[in-house]
């Protein structure tokens, strides 16, 4: 790994040049759309701060690679102001094949189609990654040792999002009985959770929005677990053939009858 000592002035190979956000240490301030960044073998240490590496106000940015850590956020995609939630003007970021690990929460993104691919988290105080937007794509991601700092963390939580799918994730959430592998949405509309496989928290898996898809994931308790698909007064969820370990809990939880539960292993 390469430490990066000069954070006023770091040189791409593609040429374009990056500065760090004028009166913060250690941060980086990505200032370009339409780019794609190979961070590699980088290390951003966040020195503490409030992020490693912000990307404000702008669209299509791929960020691939990279390791941040030590600060609020290690990866902080932000809206200046950060807007209302119906007018998100950011959207098309991929983070890629990314590290993220000692901050309060390792992923935070606003605005629209954003991608997770392949990025590992672990040992973050809150969530490993939070969005707040729609049509969000996390894949193949490895998320564990979250809400260190027993701050409500959850591996992967929707806040106010529309349409998204986590898929083929390894998420573990067994250091502590608190919050969720998954906060699948609330105040939102669709979602597909597919081919996960997600152990502990105090619920396991949580939807939150209408009209959503939990399909083929395999979900595991812990001691503390308390619920292991919990269904909010939500409508039009369906849950199919899911791997449940039970240990003796009700494998799904609904508040509202008209749900649809198909085909689900319970052991």
Known sequence: MIDIDDWDNV???NGEEYRA????????F???????????EYRFNGNSGAHSVMIANQTDVELIGGEYFNAGIGVYVKQQPELDIDDRAYSGLTVKNAVTHHCTIGIKGFGSDI??????????????IWIRGDNAVIEYCNISDIDLGDMGGDCIQFD?????RVHHCHLDHSNFATKQCIMGGYE????????????GGKNVLYLGNN????R??????????DRLIDITDVDGILTEDNYIVTKGRTPVFMYNSTNVINRNIVV
Do not use: C
């Not at 990505?30 to 590699?40: E, F, H, L, V, Y």
């Not at 991608?115 to 490993?128: A, E, P, S, T, W």
């Not at 106010?160 to 998204?164: I, K, T, W």
């Not at 009209?211 to 939990?214: E, S, T």
């Open 160 to 164: 106010q999002s529309n349409n998204f």
């Open 216 to 225: 083929r994931n395999t979900i595991i308790p812990i001691a503390g677990t």
């Open 30 to 40: 990505i200032k370009a759309s339409d780019i794609s960044i190979d961070m590699g």
């Open 211 to 214: 009209n959503m898809v939990a």
């Open 21 to 28: 956000l004028v009166g913060y240490t250690g941060q980086l």
């Open 115 to 128: 991608k997770i691919i392949g990025n590992q988290g672990r040992k973050h105080m809150d969530d490993g």
């Open 11 to 13: 040189n791409w190979t």
């Open 188 to 199: 939102g509309e669709g979602g597909v959770i597919e081919d996960n496989y997600m152990i």
